[in-house]
């Protein structure tokens, strides 16, 4: 597929990652979320909401690699908000709230959210987590750092990155990458980049030395955009509840007119 130059992407290589948690240390201080107790070792990555929060909006978990029952090596994933080229989230809401900006990050607008929470049911991923704890809930997600990249800076995490695990750029040029490290070392790769084609597309694309599916990253993702199914769903939403609301107001008039019909036989009658 291709896409305009426009569209910034990370390409997260997992096989240079030391786990260190660097970029999720700088998430965190870029956009003052608080501390919180999350998992070391492995799990299951998106299938577990806990280990994405409203205070964690990037990351890093541990797998142990094991072949006939012998360990063999780590693999690290770095979990956030996939920011779709089309995304079923934006789709989803019914004031457009979520937005998909023109150079990539998809984003959220705290002035316009009304808490449905159909982002949360629409994203495939598992991505946007709610403040259940909070006075003023609010809908909260990685943003790609788009205030950054607004100002011609690479996001926090990709910054931050000591063994260049996380790199930024133009998502057409980070699949040139991806797919030339891919031909170049088919022993050290599972010959995929994930995010290149999932759900019509990512900007976030993901090469391993194992596949990310069997470990963290939701398994058979169709190729369309989730758009397709849930677009239809939402346009129906508007007319729908007009037409319930015609029909439920007309209702309405009937039977107070019915009513006062009645209660002005029934004044007639006492008279006489």
Known sequence: MEVSLKQKALLLDMT?????????????????????????????????????????????????VVENNVFKNWAFMKLQCQHCLTPACVSACLVGALEKKGNGP?????????????????????????QWDNINPEIRKCNLCFD??????????????????????????LINIAEKRL???PEKYHNHIYGQDEVGGTCILSISSIP??????PKNLTTKPLTSRTSPTMN???????????FLGL????????????????AGGSHD
């Open 106 to 130: 998809v984003v959220w607008n705290s002035s316009k959210c009304i808490g449905c929470r159909y982002c949360m049911l629409a994203c495939p991923y598992d991505v946007p987590k709610y």
């Open 236 to 246: 129906a939403i508007t007319p729908t509840a007009i037409g319930i609301g015609a």
């Open 212 to 217: 990310l599916e069997d470990i963290s990253y």
């Open 251 to 266: 209702f309405a008039i009937l039977v107070n007119r019915k009513n006062k019909i009645a209660r002005e036989k029934n």
């Open 16 to 64: 240079k990652c030391t786990g260190c948690r660097g970029c999720q240390t700088a998430c965190k201080q870029w956009h003052n979320l608080k501390a919180e107790k999350t998992e070391f070792f492995g799990g299951d990555g998106y299938q577990n909401p806990a280990n994405l929060s409203s205070n964690t909006y990037t990351l890093v978990k541990f797998h142990e």
């Open 148 to 173: 950054r990249i607004d100002e011609k800076l690479e996001p926090s995490c990709a910054k931050t990155c000591p063994s260049d695990a996380i790199l930024f750029g133009d998502r057409n040029a």
């Open 183 to 185: 031909f170049e070392n």
